[in-house]
């Protein structure tokens, strides 16, 4: 970061910042596109960081979780799978899901007055997978003792959360791209049109002997200090938004805090990616613009 600010510092001396205007349509333009774009990196990195985080606590959750599902909702298949589960190696915690406990998952989907006495619901039996257990064999076993029992292994859930995560990771690193190169492309465009803008001062430093190195160093800082300056607000701004957001604990949105100091690090770590993406297409019009005026 020290780099990156030693870098700006020393494109050009003051006096050659006085060749760009410190305000304009371009300077404004420039300085609220890169807060908007930091704003919205921060809540890309906060939504990747809390999909892994939760995708991580599920899976360690569901590990070695499984449950048998008795279709027919018949009490005496019920004892049948506990007499089977009771016999078989492997097999911890079996327990038999109470129907106030199956009310209380189905709420969500029913509501809290829906009348379940009317619907045949299946009944279920949860348990843990110890080391030593034979799966296929209580599959097939379930299947020969009990045929309206079904056996359901956490793994599925598992692969399924990994790869829900995973989606959400690459979409939040997708919108961190198309952030980057929204800035990149706006920049590129204000710079060159204060340039164009400067045509005939550009031409006269050249006539007292301006090298276009000089010329070039002065459009470089001030757009880089602009990019940098707006996405340090940016920055703030979504923090600030984040912290208001994530209040409490046990509520959804607070899982988008991070957990640790790296989230954080990342956060701070905007408006300086923001400065390189400023200095590297400034530099790029720059050149290309000057070329152009000769």
């Known amino acids: ?8 510092r020393s494109l050009g001396p003051s006096a050659a910042d006085k060749i760009v205007p410190p305000t304009g349509a371009t300077a404004r333009l420039t300085i609220f596109v890169a807060a908007a774009m930091a704003f919205m990196a921060v809540f890309a990195i906060a939504a990747s960081l809390a999909s892994a985080r939760l995708a991580d606590r599920w899976e360690d959750a569901l590990d070695g979780v499984a449950s048998i599902e008795v279709t027919s909702g018949d009490s005496a298949d019920v004892e049948r799978v506990l007499a089977v589960l009771e016999t078989t190696p492997g097999v911890l915690e079996p327990e038999v899901v109470s129907e106030t406990r199956q009310r209380e998952l189905l709420s969500p989907w029913f509501g809290e007055d829906f009348p379940l ?11 843990r997978e110890g080391s030593d257990l034979d799966r296929q064999g209580l599959v097939l076993r379930l299947g020969e003792e009990v045929p309206t029992a079904v056996y359901h292994n956490a793994s599925d859930w598992q692969a399924q959360v990994a790869r ?7 979409a939040a690193f997708g919108l961190l791209v198309l952030t980057a190169g929204v800035v990149a492309a706006l920049i590129t465009l204000a710079s060159t049109s204060s340039l164009v803008a400067q045509a005939s001062v550009i031409e006269t430093l050249r006539l007292i002997g301006a090298e276009d190195e000089f010329i070039a160093r002065a459009f470089v800082r001030r757009f880089t200090m602009r990019g ?3 996405a340090a607000c940016g920055t703030v701004i979504g923090i600030l938004l984040l912290l208001i957001l994530t209040r409490g604990d046990g509520s959804f949105l607070s899982e988008l805090r991070p957990a640790g100091p790296w989230g954080w690090l990342l956060f701070i770590l905007i408006p300086f990616f923001a400065g390189l993406i400023a200095l590297a297409s400034t530099m790029l019009a720059t050149r290309r613009i000057l070329a152009r005026l000769m």
């Open 1 to 8: 970061m020290s780099g990156v600010i030693l870098k700006i």
């Open 117 to 127: 006495e009317g619907l045949l619901l299946p009944r279920l039996v949860e348990l």
């Open 164 to 170: 829900d995560a995973g989606k959400v990771g690459a």
């Open 228 to 230: 940098f300056a707006g």
